[in-house]
């Protein structure tokens, strides 16, 4: 079905699974991320490693913890189908005071409405279409 550019409403408890990841990650909380993800979800990594399951996405989300970084939430949209949901939201990374410079970008998550109508995360994308680039050298803004 078509987009038709009218206003979906997106489920509170979508919304909420969504803050809450943020908050989790933000407060270097493994159990809480990890309540968010489906058993067999998967979790690309900023290298454009794909960590299948729980235990390598636990793994990838422990190193990225280590960063003493905490993750602001921009802009968003949704898609929604059924019990699925494409989130598209734009994200700043900010490091702790006098380090590096923010880095941004947009992840794509996929998200799917469980039986007790609590969302989980079925893939998680954090680099969005840069993953395409990094991994075949073909940028978006190529013209060919």
Same mark, same amino acid.
């Given at each position: 079905?078509?987009? *038709?550019?009218?206003?979906?409403?997106?489920?509170?408890?979508?919304?909420?699974? @969504?803050?809450?990841?943020?908050?989790? %990650?933000?407060?270097?909380?493994?159990? /809480?991320?990890?309540?968010?993800?489906? /058993?067999?979800?998967?979790?690309?990594?900023?290298?454009?490693?794909?960590?299948?399951?729980?235990?390598?996405? /636990?793994?990838? @989300?422990?190193?990225?913890?280590?960063?003493? *970084? /905490?993750?602001?939430?921009?802009?968003?949209?949704?898609?929604?189908?059924?019990?699925?949901?494409?989130?598209?939201?734009?994200?700043?990374?900010?490091?702790?005071?006098?380090?590096?410079?923010?880095?941004?970008? *947009?992840?794509?998550?996929? %998200?799917?409405?469980?039986?007790?109508?609590?969302?989980?995360?079925?893939?998680?994308?954090?680099?969005?279409?840069?993953?395409?680039?990094?991994?075949?050298? %073909?940028?978006?803004?190529?013209?060919?």
């Amino acid at each position: 079905m078509p987009l *038709t550019g009218r206003h979906v409403e997106e489920d509170p408890k979508l919304t909420k699974a @969504l803050h809450e990841f943020y908050a989790a %990650f933000n407060d270097r909380d493994i159990g /809480r991320l990890m309540a968010l993800f489906e /058993r067999q979800a998967v979790y690309i990594a900023g290298s454009g490693h794909h960590a299948h399951g729980r235990e390598e996405i /636990r793994a990838a @989300l422990l190193s990225a913890l280590q960063k003493e *970084t /905490r993750i602001i939430q921009g802009a968003r949209t949704t898609i929604m189908s059924g019990d699925i949901a494409l989130m598209m939201s734009n994200w700043s990374q900010i490091p702790p005071e006098g380090n590096a410079d923010p880095i941004s970008g *947009t992840s794509n998550i996929v %998200f799917r409405r469980q039986a007790n109508e609590e969302w989980l995360i079925v893939i998680d994308n954090p680099v969005g279409i840069d993953l395409i680039e990094n991994s075949t050298g %073909f940028s978006a803004k190529d013209k060919s």
